[in-house]
């Protein structure tokens, strides 16, 4: 009898304690204003799973057990080296010394697609634009899944913190927009995004740069909605100059004005195929290799 009293104590006290945790965890969540359970809640921009822990890229929604994350292709590092490749430094930013770490959020859509692009963390318009671009930027990603839902792929919410800092710039470097680029014939209009090692070849308009600005004179159509109201300015359009010269991924990465910065896209979408770059640690072969060209709008004074 005595044993069975002492044995019935002991399970009322482990109840009780199991209340009271229980209890408490409702309570904290009463007082920080939040619904979900503690563990849940601090998943927002907190560690993934150790393969794929990074201090670029987090989960804003919660993963439970048996969930399996978004992921870009190639994983983390082919991340990373997506924007260490894909990254522009702002010209008016780097000028006057502004850095620090845009937060851009986004969700990965059940067919990888990226959708609901924001940035989160604010720092300047400039490099918060460029942020927000690289993100627009990216491939498909690899969507996560839900186990709860049979593993099938489901939207989540994500977030990507980009760093401008500017002395991770190298001297010879993408971030370099508007440097000379050194050719034979250095040119206001034509510069390299890609980093050129001793050896490389840049790519080429048909006939050099001269002719890539009697092309550009000839076929550059000044908008008349922009003529009427006075418009001008110079629209940086960025593109990839492929090994069979073809031209790829045409962006304009500064906007001036809508219409401007459609007819400088268009002017670069209709130029012939160019002679592809050479990279000296690849055997002198055609190399893919990033380019911008400047379609500057003037009107006669």
Not at 123 to 152: N, Q
Not at 195 to 203: E, H, K, M, Q, R
Request: hydrophobic share 40%; net charge neutral; charged share 20%.
């Amino acid at each position: 009898m005595r044993c069975r009293k002492s044995l019935l104590i002991t399970v009322f006290l482990a109840a009780c304690a199991i209340v009271s945790v229980f209890a408490g965890g409702v309570e904290r969540s009463r007082l920080t204003g939040s619904s979900q359970p503690m563990c849940l809640r601090h998943a927002f921009c907190g560690s993934l799973s150790a393969d794929t822990l990074s201090q670029v890229f987090s989960i804003a929604d919660s993963l439970s057990p048996g969930d399996v994350a978004p992921s870009f292709p190639g994983g983390i590092e082919a991340l990373e080296r997506y924007i260490k490749d894909n990254l522009i430094y702002p010209t008016i930013a780097r000028e006057n010394g502004i850095e620090g770490s845009v937060s851009v959020a986004f969700t990965v859509m059940p067919d990888g697609n990226l959708s609901d692009i924001r940035v989160v963390k604010a720092i300047d318009p400039s490099l918060d634009r460029e942020a927000a671009r690289l993100v627009k930027s990216m491939p498909f990603w690899t969507p996560g899944r839900r186990h709860a839902l049979g593993d099938k792929p489901a939207a989540m919410r994500c977030i990507i913190v980009l760093s401008f800092r500017l002395a991770d710039l190298p001297a010879r470097s993408r971030y370099s927009l508007y440097a000379p680029v050194p050719m034979d014939t250095p040119s206001d209009v034509f510069s390299i995004m890609d980093s050129l090692s001793p050896g490389d070849v840049a790519p080429s308009f048909p006939g050099g740069v001269e002719a890539l600005e009697g092309y550009i004179k000839d076929n550059l159509v000044y908008p008349t909605l922009a003529r009427e109201n006075g418009i001008e300015g110079s629209v940086p359009v960025a593109f990839t100059v492929m090994p069979d010269g073809n031209l790829s991924d045409i962006r304009v990465v500064k906007a001036v004005d809508p219409s401007l910065d459609r007819e400088a896209a268009r002017l670069v979408y209709s130029m012939p195929r160019w002679t592809p770059g050479r990279r000296h640690a690849l055997g002198k072969k055609p190399t893919a290799i990033r380019c911008i060209v400047v379609i500057t709008f003037r009107l006669a004074d």
